[in-house]
């Protein structure tokens, strides 16, 4: 009977369901583009630990290929258009960071540069070889296709400037405001903006020590904010900050949480911006801040939030407001005038990238003082996202009362003070100035062109190695997740019969457990 009973539970095992190599790609593909391990557990219904032992194998499964019979025209051009596209993934998330509209045949003038770039640095390359990738309308959606952006691509808006249209609007805001009896505490303008967190001046990498060995260029790891405050510029709501990690590697290293900062933190894979986030920090931060604020200051109970058209903040998000804020309006600026109304674009945002730079500098000068630190070692072990969080609350904090005030001059000059433009308490000659002392008692050469030249790289696209550059970083960040993953999920591992009777075993036979 042994026998039989043995068969008849083998029948109820089971079977456990293989995985093919072409899920297997699948998986690795969606990793590459963003998607966390979690995600992907879910997705496929396995375990975490099955889809990191896909991922580790990755090399391996991508040479599986040839063993399928799949003929290859060339051995080195399917590897660089994988590259060409991971490289287009990382250019168009820079795009949608810094706002700009991407279309097809963008996106395609893109690959085809990208392509060129790196088939030419291959050895024995040739002018041929170079063109040999079209960019056709079959490669563009495929690659939509593989990488899942099937909305990315939108029709370009007109590029100039609608002055008619701005001029006519700031006319009907200013009536507004009249009619309405909206003082400037009431007002509100809010603005998301890209930032470098890594970057300094570019002569800051020549010194004699990166001449004399590699270098270190720090990666143009960009993170979004969004910043908001009063048109009195009395007020200042807390910042929502997006970045493509969840879990950086600085807060594990410090042991601290992102609660204890003055900033809303939240985190996609491309550190965008999205409706979800904009609703969270509407309902958890500005709205219970702006109705504090208010009633502190013994104001009516009613508020006006003017900010652009933009993708995470779209008209009828008002439904999503709790109850208790339905005190709130909004007010779209129309399209293409947000450079020439937009409150926070008028110097704010510009201002507070110098005083994050100074901060930057003065942590650098701090550690590095009286040591033998190098750069490469001052970025590597002494600055991560925790310091970045400092420094942006630090910046933010520094942005003047009458900064904010003289930006509304263009929308709304009634409500302006009369505060001098710029950092009204610490002049912008003398932030710029203190930077460049900062860099020259550390040894570096750069002067203030060098300061204005950083402002501007915000807006400028990323080299090939830039994106190249950002890609391995946003890798490495994402396999330290995994790992931090995995020992989370160890830790949460249900104990099983043996190690609950072994631990019982343990303080039963410990005589300290009987003493009183």
């Known amino acids: 009977m042994a026998p039989v009973q043995k068969k008849v539970e083998k029948k109820g095992v ?28 879910r997705f496929y219904k396995k375990s975490t630990s099955t889809i990191c032992t896909i991922l580790k194998k990755k090399e391996e499964i991508r040479g599986l290929d040839a063993a ?10 399917p590897r660089v258009l994988e590259d060409v596209e991971k490289l287009l993934l990382v250019w168009i998330n820079e795009k949608q960071l810094a706002g700009d509209t991407v279309t097809e045949g963008f996106i395609c003038e893109k690959a085809k540069a990208l392509y060129a770039d790196l088939i030419s640095k291959l050895p024995g390359a040739s002018a041929e070889s170079e063109e040999g990738f079209k960019a056709s309308r079959g ?116 042991k601290v949480q992102k609660s204890q900062f003055n ?49 995470a903040h779209p008209p009828g998000f008002e439904d999503d407001l709790l109850e208790e804020f339905q005190f709130m309006k909004v007010k779209f600026l129309p399209p293409n005038t947000t450079p020439t109304l937009q409150p926070m674009d008028q110097q704010v945002i510009s201002d507070f990238k110098k005083l994050y730079t100074k901060a930057l500098f003065q942590r650098c000068f701090e550690v590095t003082r009286g040591t033998n630190l190098t750069f490469q070692e001052f970025w590597k072990n002494h ?98 997740e995994i790992s931090a993953e995995e020992e989370v999920k160890k830790a949460e591992k249900p104990l099983t019969s043996k190690e609950i009777r072994k631990m019982f075993l343990e303080v039963l036979f410990d005589e300290s457990f009987y003493k009183v």
Request: one cysteine or more; glycine letters at 6%.
């Open 14 to 41: 089971k079977k456990k369901e293989m995985i093919t190599v072409e899920v297997k790609k699948e998986i690795i593909k969606k990793y590459e583009r963003g998607m966390r391990v979690a995600e992907i557990a």
């Open 68 to 77: 399928k019979g799949v003929t290859r025209i060339s051995k080195q051009r």
């Open 139 to 254: 490669w563009f959606d495929n690659f939509k296709r593989r990488s899942g952006f099937h909305s990315v691509v939108r029709h370009r808006e007109a590029v100039s400037l609608n002055a008619k249209a701005a001029e006519a609007f700031a006319t009907e805001f200013q009536k507004l405001m009249v009619s309405e009896c909206y003082l400037p505490e009431q007002v509100f303008n809010c603005s998301e903006t890209g930032l470098f967190w890594k970057k300094i001046p570019k002569r800051t990498y020549v010194t004699e020590e990166e001449n004399a060995t590699a270098g270190h260029k720090p990666v143009k790891d960009r993170l979004t904010l969004l910043f908001c405050a009063n048109a009195n510029g009395d007020f200042k709501v807390k910042p929502l900050l997006v970045y493509h990690s969840k879990n950086p590697p600085g807060f594990k290293k410090c």
């Open 263 to 311: 900033i809303m933190c939240r985190s996609n894979s491309k550190a965008l911006l999205t409706r979800v986030f904009f609703i969270e920090w509407i309902n958890e931060v500005f709205g219970p801040a702006v109705k504090k604020y208010l009633l502190e200051k013994n104001l009516p109970l009613r508020a006006l939030l003017v900010m652009g058209n933009a993708p």
């Open 383 to 480: 600055f991560h996202t925790v310091n970045c969080l400092k420094i942006i609350d630090k910046a933010w904090d520094g942005v003047t009362k009458g900064t904010l005030n003289s930006a509304w001059r263009k929308l709304w000059p009634q409500c302006v003070l009369g505060h001098d433009l710029g950092l009204a308490d610490d002049p912008e000659s003398a932030v710029v100035e203190e930077i460049v002392s900062l860099g020259k008692t550390m040894g570096l050469e750069l002067n203030e062109d060098d300061i204005q030249e950083l402002l501007e790289e915000h807006g400028q696209e990323l080299t090939t190695e830039e994106l190249m550059d950002l890609h391995r970083e946003q890798q490495q960040e994402a396999v330290e």
